[in-house]
């Protein structure tokens, strides 16, 4: 008889993007809510920031932070509405190397659930970018709930099987 192996967790380093233009830290219950379920599932916060629905902007932060080795994750929320200001698919998947678009089909499924047809005013999405994963969450506390507690706190556990991304990131890494 073999002993399943156990299987350690590892901490990942995590960044909180908000991207608003009515919403500073202070005020962020979205960025709060990511905060809190980062730390309490046992990752680190590596850092976390509020810029405005501009495109340079959202662009300059999330490349600033994937050229940093020690990032592995950056989580945003807000600017995936249908608003002229909403710009975050557009600013991110213009930069990803690749596009995780599962993580959109399964958050929709996810919010379908919740709130029926309003999911398809959503356009979450997720990708990488030079090694770091990236996932582009809607605005309201909510989403940013749904997101965490039905997706990500899954795929960016060490321990959740069949697969996750965890797994994957050393391969990632790999020059």
């Known amino acids: 008889m073999t002993k399943d192996k156990i299987i350690?967790?590892?901490?990942?380093?995590?960044?909180?993007?908000?991207?608003?233009?009515?919403?500073?830290?202070?005020?962020?219950?979205?960025?709060?809510?990511?905060?809190?379920?980062?730390?309490?599932?046992?990752?680190?916060?590596?850092?976390?920031?509020?810029?405005?629905?501009?495109?340079?902007?959202?662009?300059?932060?999330?490349?600033?932070?994937?050229?940093?080795?020690?990032?592995?994750?950056?989580?945003?929320?807000?600017?995936?509405?249908?608003?002229?200001?909403?710009?975050?698919?557009?600013?991110?998947?213009?930069?990803f190397e690749k596009t995780i678009s599962g993580f959109s089909i399964i958050f929709h499924k996810v919010s379908y659930d919740k709130i029926k047809t309003s999911t398809i005013q959503s356009r979450a999405t997720a990708g990488i970018l030079l090694q770091t994963f990236i996932f582009a969450l809607p605005g309201s506390p909510n989403a940013v709930r749904d997101g965490w507690d039905e997706i990500l706190i899954h795929q960016l556990d060490s321990r959740h099987k069949p697969c996750n991304f965890v797994d994957i990131l050393p391969r990632l890494k790999e020059v």
């Open 8 to 95: 350690e967790f590892k901490k990942l380093n995590i960044c909180i993007l908000t991207i608003s233009s009515s919403r500073d830290l202070s005020n962020d219950r979205s960025g709060d809510l990511l905060e809190e379920r980062v730390l309490s599932f046992g990752h680190k916060l590596f850092a976390r920031k509020v810029v405005k629905d501009n495109k340079i902007l959202i662009q300059e932060t999330v490349t600033d932070w994937s050229k940093n080795k020690g990032v592995d994750v950056i989580i945003t929320s807000g600017g995936t509405g249908l608003t002229e200001t909403d710009v975050t698919p557009e600013s991110l998947e213009e930069i």
